[in-house]
């Protein structure tokens, strides 16, 4: 089976704000949740913390950190996209709920990871991938 797998860094992606996914619409292809400015706004005097974004230097570590535990752990990393403030990442392990049969779906989520996020930051895209962009 193959995760994809997106989390982001403290207090840069806060509920109620656009362009965030919750719980509810946790779904491939859902749509995006219309803004709640209130919860946002709530959820952002909540925080205890200035917002966490990495430099250059923390997405690599994190990319190397990914590549390790797939490494040690026998997962088959596709793709992995380490943003300022988010990561993607596309893994295939046993006993996934999320359901990327196709080669063509999984190609799709790895175009997004890699081409729909702007500028390449920290990167990684396993050799197997044969389809064109």
Known sequence: MTYFITFSCYGTYLPGQPGTIGHAHNRFGSGLPEPRPKLRQYVESRIQQQPFQMDAAQR????????????YKAWFLSAAH??????????????????????????AVIAYLLDGQGERMAWYQAEYRLSAR
């Open 82 to 107: 380490v943003r300022a403030t988010h990561v993607h990442v596309l893994v295939g392990a046993a006993g996934s709920t999320r359901y990327l049969w196709v080669k063509k779906d999984i190609d």
């Open 60 to 71: 690599k570590i994190v990319l190397r950190a990914m590549v390790e535990v797939c490494h």
